[in-house]
């Protein structure tokens, strides 16, 4: 059921009052409303509806359990279990933007293949909360899910193209795209090397938005359309998923919207190598030694661990603008599932103010992320015999660490650098996210970006 919010209530919508577990008793709500809610075993649990009536049996509000602790998103539940109409909050809420956040998100629902929803069930906007922003933040996650969700028969390099190319018609910015043997011409030979085996050329697609003079901000994404794993084939069970391998494209995408959207005072590119990890007859191969966009050489261990490869180019060319802040965002390995599950997406940084800056936004907004440390003991697993290193380890220890230690190599003019391995998934459906493509971090990283850069 769609969802959206509006200005302010009207004379006709009905009321929704927040109960805390065990907090009946001090939600405003008359002896009838109490004792129907106990009557029905309503206590406050997080993210329990119950629809109340009037004298003659219509719909007139409803009671919703925001538990105790629990995060504000549980209004996603709202936009699903609410009858179709107008509601409004009674009273206030301790985090009205996220209140109003979640209730959009709760209503996603990816619909490019199905007969869409025409119900809508509309929230006047809690008080507190900004209208506009709430929207903002709203559309950029509904842009990561629709570009992750959709399969790679239509999110293909270049349909990801056509997606970059239209939010840089929404904000006025340029974008320049490179393709092909152009690649090798320009000096991005990882990139050619991993995409030239696909369907459709490999790209760097190159986005630029804000004044010259203003403080350099560079996301990175992952843009890999379909993995198979290339010649060291993933198993069909592990393919099921490869459409959203390029779920950091999409999410530094969606933060380059609110980016732009919100007016940020910040020079802002956005690189996306777009390429397939395909299987043909001139697949690189395990064993093959590439030569960098820096200069390093790289010898291929396994062509499954394609996604560094491609991202290296492209964070070596932002790197060399020596921005204030390089991001970058990946789906990059499983091991950071393993040590973190899909929920908490691990990050690494070189800069200590930037991680506890990220530490203060993640809780702000409800955005978990955590950081990981760059162990640089463990860049020796990364050698190799006959070139500068190899693109995995041997032991299969510390996987998502090893893997920002490769990705670190190619950054060194950078003021701050991160990176994000991100899941970019939601296994379980929770009450502001269905199952499928999400988008993780951003909504922090634009957080941080609007306390380090307007203030």
Same mark, same amino acid.
């Given at each position: 059921? *769609?969802?959206?919010?509006?200005?302010?209530?009207?004379? +006709?919508?009905?009321?929704? &009052?927040?109960?805390?577990?065990?907090?009946?008793?001090?939600?405003?709500?008359?002896?009838?409303?109490?004792?129907?809610?106990?009557?029905?075993?309503?206590?406050?649990?997080?993210?329990?509806?119950?629809?109340?009536?009037?004298?003659?049996?219509?719909?007139?509000?409803?009671?919703?359990?925001?538990?105790?602790?629990? +995060?504000?998103?549980?209004?996603?539940?709202?936009?699903? @279990?609410?009858?179709?109409?107008? &509601?409004?909050?009674?009273?206030?809420?301790?985090?009205?933007?996220?209140?109003?956040?979640?209730?959009?998100?709760?209503?996603?629902?990816?619909?490019?293949?199905?007969?869409?929803?025409?119900?809508?069930?509309?929230?006047?906007?809690?008080?507190?909360?900004?209208?506009?922003?709430?929207?903002?933040?709203?559309?950029?996650?509904?842009?990561?899910?629709?570009?992750?969700?959709?399969?790679?028969?239509?999110?293909?390099?270049?349909?990801?193209?056509?997606?970059?190319?239209?939010?840089?018609?929404?904000?006025?910015?340029?974008?320049?795209?490179?393709?092909?043997?152009?690649?090798?011409?320009?000096?991005?030979?990882?990139?050619?090397?991993?995409?030239?085996?696909?369907?459709?050329?490999?790209?760097?697609?190159?986005?630029?938005?804000?004044?010259?003079? %203003?403080?350099?901000?560079?996301?990175?994404?992952?843009?890999?359309?379909?993995?198979?794993?290339?010649?060291?084939?993933?198993?069909?069970?592990?393919?099921?998923?490869?459409?959203?391998?390029?779920?950091?494209? $999409?999410?530094?995408?969606?933060?380059?919207?609110?980016?732009?959207?919100?007016? =940020?005072?910040?020079?802002?590119?956005?690189?996306?190598? %777009?390429?397939?990890?395909?299987?043909?007859?001139? $697949?690189?191969?395990? @064993?093959?030694?590439?030569?960098?966009?820096?200069?390093?050489?790289?010898?291929?261990?396994?062509?499954?661990?394609?996604?560094?490869?491609?991202?290296?180019?492209?964070?070596? =060319?932002?790197?060399? #603008?020596?921005?204030?802040?390089?991001?970058?965002?990946?789906?990059?390995?499983?091991?950071?599932?393993?040590? =973190?599950? *899909?929920?908490?997406?691990?990050?690494?940084?070189?800069?200590?103010?930037?991680?506890?800056?990220?530490?203060?936004?993640?809780?702000?907004?409800?955005?978990?992320?955590?950081?990981?440390?760059?162990?640089?003991?463990?860049?020796?697993?990364?050698?190799?015999?006959?070139?500068?290193?190899?693109?995995?380890?041997?032991?299969?220890?510390? @996987?998502?660490? +090893?893997?920002?230690?490769?990705?670190?190599?190619?950054?060194?003019?950078?003021?701050? &650098?991160?990176?994000?391995?991100?899941?970019?998934?939601?296994?379980? #459906?929770?009450?502001?996210?269905?199952? @499928?493509? #999400?988008?993780?971090?951003?909504? $922090?990283?634009?957080?941080? =970006?609007?306390?380090?850069?307007?203030?």
């Amino acid at each position: 059921m *769609p969802a959206e919010i509006t200005a302010k209530k009207t004379r +006709t919508s009905r009321p929704i &009052w927040f109960v805390r577990t065990g907090g009946l008793d001090d939600a405003g709500l008359d002896a009838k409303a109490i004792a129907w809610a106990r009557a029905n075993g309503f206590e406050g649990q997080a993210g329990k509806l119950l629809l109340l009536a009037d004298a003659a049996g219509t719909v007139s509000g409803a009671l919703f359990g925001i538990g105790k602790g629990e +995060t504000p998103l549980v209004s996603g539940k709202l936009a699903t @279990g609410l009858p179709e109409g107008a &509601w409004h909050i009674a009273g206030t809420t301790d985090d009205p933007e996220l209140v109003a956040l979640g209730f959009l998100l709760g209503g996603y629902k990816f619909t490019r293949y199905l007969k869409k929803d025409t119900k809508t069930v509309s929230l006047a906007t809690p008080e507190g909360a900004g209208k506009a922003e709430v929207r903002r933040l709203a559309r950029a996650v509904a842009l990561a899910r629709d570009l992750i969700n959709t399969p790679t028969n239509d999110m293909g390099p270049v349909a990801l193209e056509k997606e970059a190319e239209a939010l840089a018609g929404q904000h006025d910015a340029a974008i320049s795209v490179v393709k092909g043997a152009a690649l090798l011409k320009k000096n991005l030979p990882m990139i050619h090397a991993v995409g030239r085996a696909g369907a459709e050329e490999p790209r760097l697609i190159d986005l630029r938005w804000g004044k010259r003079d %203003a403080p350099k901000v560079t996301l990175v994404g992952k843009g890999v359309c379909f993995d198979t794993g290339g010649l060291d084939i993933k198993p069909a069970s592990s393919m099921l998923l490869m459409k959203k391998d390029m779920g950091g494209a $999409a999410n530094v995408l969606a933060l380059a919207g609110i980016i732009m959207d919100s007016g =940020l005072p910040v020079r802002l590119r956005v690189l996306i190598p %777009a390429v397939e990890n395909a299987i043909s007859a001139n $697949a690189f191969r395990p @064993g093959d030694v590439l030569t960098s966009r820096k200069g390093l050489t790289v010898e291929i261990g396994n062509t499954d661990a394609e996604g560094r490869l491609v991202l290296a180019d492209a964070l070596a =060319l932002a790197d060399e #603008e020596e921005p204030e802040l390089l991001i970058d965002m990946a789906t990059l390995t499983g091991a950071a599932r393993v040590a =973190l599950g *899909p929920d908490l997406p691990p990050f690494y940084t070189n800069d200590d103010g930037f991680a506890a800056a990220m530490a203060e936004a993640s809780s702000a907004v409800a955005d978990p992320v955590w950081r990981m440390p760059l162990w640089q003991p463990y860049e020796s697993k990364l050698s190799s015999r006959i070139a500068d290193l190899n693109n995995v380890t041997t032991d299969g220890f510390a @996987g998502s660490i +090893t893997a920002a230690l490769f990705l670190q190599r190619f950054v060194s003019k950078a003021r701050v &650098w991160a990176h994000f391995d991100i899941f970019g998934w939601n296994p379980v #459906e929770k009450a502001h996210a269905p199952i @499928g493509g #999400e988008a993780q971090a951003i909504r $922090a990283l634009y957080h941080h =970006l609007k306390q380090r850069f307007t203030q």
